[in-house]
């Protein structure tokens, strides 16, 4: 793919500041877009993501946002629109993980996963329309526990995915006519600091997969996101992509 496939774009990747949504920013900003991103407290690895941009020789912006206040989001857009002109992408990938059997979680469990995990999406994507030309790209970061719920203590986490993917279908159909196109990808084990390849439940997360080839790198997830941010991808709408070895089947 061309490194400059994505010239004269702007991107905005939310919980971009470590992990899937740094590897994501990074390539984004390696094709050729301008690349904002948002993070909660983490605002020292949120600038060291800037500067890898900027001295590749990238434009790159980091917002301090919470996607637990859709006000912040809605704020977040605007920042984006005022500092590059509009949002030609828009990756929904910021996302929390509360684990835990039913009968230990909360109602304000329930409410936080489903502020960050889906609302903020809905509501990223309601602000960003109003900025993004027609030909657009939504990518949402999903996970394969969306597909298949592989041990107990996931029902949150796995409601929340879910949500997303049915986000994700029905605002690709609304939004065809404006050749704006909705994605949806499924990461499964990615080797970040939340979730180490060598860390005690790798084992395990190993053995549910079809090619057992180990965890996945985070570059694989943003380069199924560059591709479906392009225009090589202008035909794939609706779509989910899933990333994590066949552990999901």
């Given at each position: 793919m061309s490194m400059e496939n994505l010239g004269g774009k702007v991107a905005l990747v939310?919980?971009?500041s470590r992990g899937i949504g740094a590897a994501i920013a990074k390539r984004l900003a390696r094709d050729?877009?301008?690349?904002?991103?948002?993070y909660v407290r983490g605002a020292g690895p949120a600038q060291q993501v800037v500067q890898a941009i900027e001295e590749a020789g990238g434009r790159a912006l980091a917002i301090q946002s919470d996607n637990r206040d859709p006000v912040a989001v809605e704020a977040a857009v605007a920042e984006v629109a005022h500092a590059f002109g509009r949002i030609d992408i828009l990756v929904n990938n910021a996302g929390i993980f509360h684990a835990a059997p039913i009968a230990d979680?909360?109602?304000?469990?329930?409410?936080d996963t489903m502020a960050v995990n889906v609302r903020a999406a809905f509501v990223a994507?309601?602000?960003?329309?109003?900025?993004?030309?027609?030909?657009?790209r939504i990518v949402s970061i999903g996970s394969n526990l969306a597909l298949r719920a592989p041990h107990p203590g996931l029902s949150?986490?796995?409601?929340?995915?879910?949500?997303?993917?049915?986000?994700?279908?029905?605002l690709a159909r609304e939004l065809g006519p404006r050749r704006i196109t909705v994605n949806v990808v499924h990461p499964g084990s990615t080797n970040t600091d939340m979730n180490p390849k060598d860390g005690p439940g790798a084992a395990h997360q190993t053995e549910l997969m079809a090619n057992p080839t180990g965890f996945s790198d985070p570059g694989e997830v943003a380069d199924i996101v560059a591709y479906l941010a392009s225009d090589?991808?202008?035909s794939v709408t609706g779509?989910?992509?899933?990333?994590?070895n066949g552990a999901s089947i």
């Open positions: 939310t919980g971009g050729g877009a301008a690349v904002a991103i948002t979680l909360t109602a304000s469990d329930f409410d994507a309601r602000a960003a329309l109003a900025v993004m030309p027609d030909g657009g949150l986490y796995t409601a929340s995915k879910a949500a997303i993917g049915g986000l994700t279908i029905a090589a991808a202008r779509a989910a992509w899933t990333i994590d």
